[in-house]
């Protein structure tokens, strides 16, 4: 069973299996919040927990098969009045990698994302931005770029009869 806290204070005992999602708003203003299915449909809850104790709890009670950890990018209301203006902050979400059900590459956008994941987190598919390349959420690095630069073979001493 994990113990947590909500953001408002009230305790929240749920099996780790009811997990769907951890995440870390991009506002800010809760630590934590979690997605969770106790039988009512899936639930969204601001927690009073920090994000790495939530996401190790789910971790160490292994809640989720294949999960992935992707840099999400929202837009969020920066300023308040006339000077408010909208950018684009980020925080972390935490997930099973089969609730992902589509994905697209996005090239050049102006506030860093990278990826549009189609995600299957509260009973319909919704998209989500991500800052995360392919590559880095599929694990491949890529190669190394190759030196111009021609290596000599260093100088070896000739060896002789009586060696």
Known sequence: M????????????????????????????????????????????????????VKKAAVDSMAMVNPIEV?????????????????????????????IIGRREVVGDQHGVNAKLFVDLLGKPMAISVADTFDEMDGVEREPRKSARKVKPANKPALTAGE
């Open 2 to 53: 994990l113990h947590l806290k909500t953001a408002a204070g009230e305790r929240l005992e749920i099996p780790p299996f009811a997990i769907i999602a951890v995440m870390r708003p991009c506002d800010g203003v809760n630590p934590a919040a979690i997605i969770f299915d106790m039988g009512d449909g899936p639930q969204v809850d601001q927690l009073a927990d920090q994000y790495g104790f």
């Open 71 to 99: 840099r999400i990018l929202e837009p969020v209301q920066i300023g308040e009045g006339d000077d408010a203006m909208i950018g684009f902050k980020e925080g972390r979400m935490f997930f099973s990698r089969a609730r």
